[in-house]
């Protein structure tokens, strides 16, 4: 058998192993039971449990991104391409729910390198949702003035409730992608909307502000 399905065998074992067992409690010995080869075989291709598990994260991260990139069509409005990331983001992680065990739960709680790995997929994400939210300022003002710290963190913020959202779609029993991706998008977008119209919500103490300069007029 190729190597190349060889060790694709074993990333699917350890994949599901670790997402549903979690990181500590997997064995090498059930990892390679369930993917039909012998233990020394599994440490001939992939060196350590530690190596092996970095690989699992690297291949689970880089096909979630590369599922939202490709759900995204460039010349879309801005509502639509965000919708149509939002839809392969939960298609994704419901799809695969091992993977995301791996991304979301066990890489971000055993600390490096295998926090590194996941925080570069993040920033990876985020960054492509922050174009999104440029694409939309720019969509709504001929000239947007929304500084750019505001759409990263604008951006940071829609990641995680995505996150977050994921594992509760995950474990909620019937809740598909589309309803999961809709959810988010009636909670964003209605924002996004109003801060890119100029309408964004003010803190009590802004509006008391502005009310004083209105009356020393």
Not at 11 to 16: F, K
Not at 22 to 42: F, Q
Not at 85 to 102: E, M, N
Request: proline fraction near 5%.
């Amino acid at each position: 058998m190729p190597r190349a399905v060889r060790e694709r065998q074993m990333l699917d074992a350890a994949v599901r192993t670790f997402g549903q067992r979690g990181y500590r409690a997997a064995s090498m010995d059930e990892i390679a039971e369930l993917a039909g080869v012998s233990k020394p075989l599994v440490y001939l291709y992939l060196n350590s449990k530690e190596e092996l598990f970095t690989a699992c994260i690297r291949r689970e991260a880089k096909a979630l991104v590369d599922a939202v990139r490709a759900g995204v069509e460039p010349g879309l409005p801005a509502d639509r391409q965000l919708w149509a990331g939002l839809r392969a983001f939960f298609t994704h992680t419901a799809g695969h729910p091992d993977g995301w065990a791996v991304l979301h739960r066990q890489a971000r709680t055993h600390g490096e390198p295998f926090a590194a790995e996941v925080t570069a997929m993040r920033d990876e994400i985020v960054a492509f949702v922050t174009g999104l939210i440029a694409v939309a300022a720019r969509e709504t003002h001929r000239d947007p003035e929304l500084p750019d710290r505001d759409v990263a963190g604008l951006a940071r913020a829609l990641v995680g409730a995505a996150e977050s959202l994921a594992d509760w779609a995950n474990e909620t029993p019937d809740v598909s992608a589309k309803e999961a991706a809709a959810t988010l998008m009636n909670f964003a977008w209605a924002g996004l909307e109003n801060l890119m119209g100029g309408r964004p919500w003010q803190a009590p103490e802004q509006e008391a502000d502005r009310a004083v300069r209105r009356s020393s007029r």
